[in-house]
Nanobody
Framework: VQLQASGGGSVQPGESLKLSCATS????????YGWLRQAPGKEREWLSI????????WYADSVKSRFTISRDRAKNTVYLQMNSLKPEDTAVYYC???????????????????WGQGTQVTVSS
């Protein structure tokens, strides 16, 4: 599967962005999809995952209630709606696909088999 992330940009604190991850090469329900981010000088941080069949979602505590992951099977696209953005949300955001995963490992970058190229999000006043 190929992944293409887009939708990043520069916004002010409190504003919103919606990231898209266009997928190709496989049906959307062939994989679980996650979003992760990496800020300069920091390790890659897991944010959210949506399961491949039921579309169940999980979130990191740092983004729960502000970020929403979703998918559109007709468009083969996974989204990350980000609201109430904070300066600490500044990072490169990646979408990734996992063919096999368990809840205990969903936060680990090594769980994900395929990665998009990343899209920059900058939150600054």
């Amino acid at each position: 599967v190929q992944l293409q992330a887009s939708g990043g940009g520069s916004v002010q604190p409190g504003e919103s962005l919606k990231l898209s991850c266009a997928t190709s090469g496989a049906a959307l329900n062939s994989y679980a999809y996650g979003w992760l981010r990496q800020a300069p000088g920091k390790e890659r941080e897991w944010l959210s995952i949506i399961t491949r069949r039921e579309g169940v979602t999980w979130y990191a505590d740092s983004v729960k209630s502000r970020f929403t992951i979703s998918r559109d099977r007709a468009k083969n696209t996974v989204y990350l709606q980000m609201n109430s953005l904070k300066p600490e949300d500044t990072a490169v955001y990646y979408c990734a696909a996992a063919s096999r995963w368990v809840v205990s490992r969903m936060r680990q970058a090594s769980t994900y088999d395929y990665w998009g190229q990343g899209t920059q999000v900058t939150v600054s006043s």
